[in-house]
């Protein structure tokens, strides 16, 4: 175990997944805070969610219930091809395909939101085409969408924390967070060897993704209502006429395969299969520890049947394995499918937030609030537009 520095610090992370890692970095880089430690539960970076997703960098096409969110996807995307260009993958082709029956959109509904949002929509050729039954799907259009190797983003994180200076504590766990004696506030850590450890600081950054209500002490909870949901994405070996081909079926209980960068295989999901069961999130009712009590039987063969009914000639593909992870949303963007953030301030905890991200391109509409944020920090008050580098103000390279 190695001790957190005495000194006061001038923020805790709380969560070492892409939110925390990205935004610990930002309160160095761009905020120009000096002592910032990041304390992470599992023993590596960006091992929960921002691992163990499907790895779509959203372009808008996923959320038609949703104009925000899609609005947001669409310049988000942006950002994040220009932040995170080695961690993007971009060279496959992705076709949208609509569902005849059950879709709550049909083709010609689709297409005019993509034209909405400004999203390049094109008709898929005619060899693409084949692939589908045409009794099923009504029709398929050639998208631009990519994927995100989280691999590649963990490496950035470890590279980038250590080049700021941010103190990474792993296999480390915030038990609560306590009006501070001295300082603002005190996170309570307890270490993998069981050792407990008062850190005091004056800001604290609560990213613990499906732990954000399991924080003790003074932390107050979320005031958004959360669902917690165990979700399997399958990954699979497809055919070689897929491995260059990305796949989404919409718009309700379909499914969708698509490269899997940090594995070099194909993530499979499928809105009926996907979802192995959800509840209210509550204090006290530990994500991680239901996950990992869970008996984690995989429904693939169920998704594949059903997959192939809509492409035949997927019937090739090879279960390799499959990532159990909890998957966070918020109550509200249940029927419309929306991903905004959570973005909380606690008055009875001054100097605490709490972030969700909801999806990974999200992190700049978290940026955007903590851009508006003053922090009591001595660089922060010379703080100023000045100090920000690259086209989206912050450089992650
Ligand atoms: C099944 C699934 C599919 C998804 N698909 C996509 C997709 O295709 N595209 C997309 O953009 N987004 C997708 N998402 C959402 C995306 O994964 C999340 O928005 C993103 O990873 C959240 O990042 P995070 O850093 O907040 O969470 P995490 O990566 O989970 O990081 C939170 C960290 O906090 C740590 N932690 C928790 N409690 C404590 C504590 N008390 N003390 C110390 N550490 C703690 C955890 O161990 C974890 O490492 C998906 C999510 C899931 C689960």
Known sequence: MMPIPEAVQDAVVIGGGFYGTTIAAYLVKTRGMKRVT?????????????????ARIHNGYHYPRSFTTAYRSRINLRKFV?????????????????????????????ERFCHEIGANIRPAPPALRALFEPRLIEDVFLVEEYAFDAGRLA?????????????????????????????????????????REPVPCNYVFNCTYSGLNQIGGDYPGTQTDLKQEIAEIALIDVPSRFQD?????????FFSTMPFPARGLHSLSHVRYTPHLNWSDAAGV???????????????ERMLRDVVRYMPSLAGARHVESLFEVKTVLVKNELDDGRPI????????????????????????????????????????????????????????
């Open 155 to 195: 490496a950035w994180a470890r590279h980038a924390l250590d080049e700021c200076g941010v103190q990474v504590r792993t296999g480390a766990r915030v038990m609560e967070v306590l009006r501070g004696d001295g300082s603002a506030l005190t996170v309570a850590v307890r270490h993998g060897d069981g050792t």
């Open 82 to 110: 220009l932040d995170w260009p080695d961690a993007v993958k971009r060279d496959f082709t992705k076709l949208y395909a609509i569902a005849r029956h059950n879709s709550r959109v049909t083709a010609r509904q689709f």
């Open 245 to 253: 081909l990305g796949v989404t079926v919409m718009d309700g209980p």
């Open 38 to 54: 990041l304390v992470e539960r599992e023993d590596a970076l960006l091992g929960r969610a921002s691992f163990n997703n499907q």
């Open 342 to 397: 959570l973005f909380e301030k606690h008055p009875q905890l001054p100097g605490c937030f709490s972030v969700l991200g909801g999806k990974i391109d999200n992190i700049y509409d978290v940026l955007e609030k903590l851009d508006a944020q003053p922090f009591d920090n001595e660089a922060a008050q010379h703080y100023s537009d000045s100090h920000r580098v690259g086209e989206t103000g912050v450089v992650y390279g």
């Open 286 to 300: 530990d994500p991680y520890e239901r996950l990992s009590a869970y008996a984690r039987e995989s429904r693939v």
